[in-house]
């Protein structure tokens, strides 16, 4: 189990900077997933790590050992590429396989983790194919089961699932997890997708523009956003923000006045807004709808659209007064597009970011523990 440590890291291309001044600790044995939209920088990361791309300043350390210009095969990495890169000559097993004959590895432990690959990966059918004869998903498993069979001290994930079907793609997440916890080397996982982040993760780290925006946990980076960024690339629906007024307890959204819990008006209080106006945050799932009007409970607003998902129905919704929209989920029963409705949030799920800076103003429980 080894870690990995990115030192005021910086990568460029001429002038243009995908990585501006990474700082970085990946612990021994997690799971860490590089997150974020296209462009953000985290493939860049990732290759870096395995050494397919030279770093442009600062430095980058493996297991205490600085590697800026230590070539690739002597990194110890295994790694899965989006576009597969397999051999087109060679059958599934033999792409599989590979590496370890290349090394001259011991021919029974070679066909044992063979047989756990295919069976893991549900490529048995596939064992004597060659990849002209494979679909994109089946390259890919294939792609990963030669990775694992490495059991390199560090596991590198560039996009692995994208083109395995949604019912594969969930039991190839729950099969990397199972293998990590076999063997527990460092995982590195670049991923857009949400799901697989927050399943997969130990450790979640959320980049934006060639800077690492939060670290943490998934469910901090769920339930604790450090700014509007993180809050709305998380969650699906992502969390609504609109802009809001507080000021002597209260919280305005156009024309409706919610009552502030005290220790979210003392947080206001210590962090005053020179017009006292902030973003206001709170997920479709933390609102609700309300039969009646709620004197400081609730707020009105005029369904706008609407989205049916099975279980439950997303809810547009305009806020008397303002030109904004959020998502409600609820499962109530709801009037036709067009009608006014009653709904209030829940406090405990509440966020307040700064309209500035866009960093949020903390939790009112934590301050109230300090």
Not at 151 to 163: R, V
Not at 318 to 337: C, M
């Amino acid at each position: 189990m080894k870690n990995i440590v990115f030192d005021h890291v910086k990568k460029a291309y001429g002038k243009t900077v995908i990585i501006k001044d990474l700082n970085l600790e990946i612990l021994p044995g997690e799971r860490l997933i590089l997150l974020g939209p296209s462009g953000c920088g985290k493939s860049t990361t990732l290759r870096m790590i395995a050494g397919l791309e030279e770093i442009s300043g600062g430095d980058l350390y493996m297991d205490g050992v600085r590697v800026n210009d230590v070539p690739c095969g002597k990194r110890g990495v295994s790694m899965v590429f989006q576009n597969y890169a397999i051999y087109p000559h060679m059958t599934v097993k033999d792409n599989i396989t590979y590496g370890l004959r290349a090394r001259h590895g011991d021919p029974k432990e070679i066909e044992r983790r063979l047989k756990d690959a295919l069976e893991m990966l549900r490529l048995e059918p596939y064992a004597d194919r060659k990849p002209k004869d494979l679909s994109g998903g089946q390259r890919q498993r294939g792609a990963l089961a030669r990775a694992i069979v490495k059991q390199a001290d560090y596991f590198l994930l560039d996009e692995p699932l994208s083109n395995l079907d949604a019912q594969l793609r969930l039991h190839a997440r729950k099969e990397l997890v199972r293998i990590h916890e076999k063997y527990h080397n460092t995982m590195i996982y670049v991923t857009h997708d949400q799901v697989e982040a927050m399943t997969v993760a130990n450790r979640i780290a959320l980049m934006n523009g060639g800077d690492l925006v939060m670290l943490d946990t998934p469910a901090n980076v769920y339930n604790h956003p450090e700014d509007i960024f993180a809050a709305k690339f998380i969650g699906s629906p992502s969390m609504n923000i609109v802009e809001a007024s507080c000021g002597d307890g209260v919280l305005a959204i156009g024309e409706g006045r919610l009552t502030l819990p005290q220790a979210w008006a003392d947080l206001v209080r210590s962090h005053p807004a020179a017009d006292g106006t902030y973003m206001a945050g709170i997920r479709p799932e933390h609102l609700f709808v309300s039969h009646e009007p709620q004197p400081g409970r609730t707020l009105q607003g005029v369904i706008k659209y609407r989205e049916n998902y099975g279980s439950r129905t997303g809810v547009y919704v305009e806020p008397l007064g303002t030109d904004q929209e959020l998502i409600i989920l609820t499962d109530e029963p709801l009037p036709e597009n067009g009608s006014t409705i009653n709904f209030g949030l829940d406090f405990n799920k509440f966020h307040l970011f700064d309209k500035e800076t866009q960093k949020t103003l903390g939790d009112p429980a934590a301050a109230e523990a300090v």
